[in-house]
């Protein structure tokens, strides 16, 4: 993340010199990005990059696993008070924005881990590899389900839908209460990613209520449940 270059969204009506933004500077994106590309393929190689439209992939050989790279800016949305919460902004190759809020992933999700005895990320991980062996099988609603999408179902189940005397009971909980409470807009509407910054199924979002409750819908049957 580059800090030197600074995006924000401020409270309506309210200006930079308010907050004392100073100037963004002349660096763009797509120098940055070009810079880290250059960085990269001078790190590992030219053969051990590929350029995506949202990332760098850094391909794993035998002693190095594969990894993504972004390229992001800092940014920042400010309440009235002058308090904001910090994430980052980052640019598709085609134009697109995004906006992630990386820090507040990992302290939230590292809390519910606790909070439910290391069971979160251990359904998370379950439910990541059943989603990539139904993907290999061959079924089309599991393709459209990215990591992250899994990982935020997970985080809006109560902290008593874990614990089980197996993890099969965890997941059969996990799954049926995600697919009883996407049958409707309604009663997951509040739902937030796991930064709790952003809802999980609104407009913005490049995955649908209806592509998440298929996938479970099929994850259900796919594991055999009754």
């Known amino acids: 993340m580059y800090r030197d270059v600074l995006y924000f969204d401020l409270p309506d009506g309210m200006t930079r010199e308010q907050f004392g933004i100073g100037d963004p ?24 990059v590929s350029r995506g439209n949202k990332a760098f992939d850094i391909h794993e050989n035998t002693y190095r696993v594969d990894a993504d790279v972004i390229a992001a800016f ?3 949305r400010y309440d009235r008070d002058c308090s904001y919460d910090q994430g980052t902004r980052s640019f598709t190759d085609d134009g697109g924005v995004l ?11 590292v809390r519910r881990n606790e909070e439910t005895g290391r069971r979160f990320k251990s359904v998370v991980r379950i ?9 290999d099988a061959g079924l089309a609603s599991a393709k459209p389900i990215p990591s992250f999408l899994i990982e ?6 109560p902290n008593d839908g874990f614990g089980h005397d197996a993890y099969l009971d965890d997941v059969r909980y996990v799954i049926a209460h995600l697919w009883n409470e996407t049958r409707s807009s309604e009663t997951c509407r509040e739902w937030g990613e796991i ?11 490049p995955w ?16 055999g449940f009754e």
């Open 152 to 157: 935020c179902l997970v985080w809006n189940v």
């Open 127 to 135: 439910l990541k590899r059943l989603r990539n062996e139904m993907a």
């Open 99 to 109: 906006t992630n809020w990386p820090q507040q992933n990992y302290d939230n999700g």
């Open 195 to 205: 930064n709790e910054l952003k809802y999980l199924f609104r407009t913005e979002q």
């Open 74 to 76: 800092e940014y920042r």
């Open 25 to 48: 500077g002349g660096y763009s994106y797509e120098a940055f990005k070009n810079d880290v590309h250059d960085a990269l393929r001078s790190g590992f190689g030219g053969s051990a």
């Open 208 to 223: 649908t209520r209806e592509q998440a409750r298929t996938f479970l819908g099929a994850a259900w049957d796919y594991l």
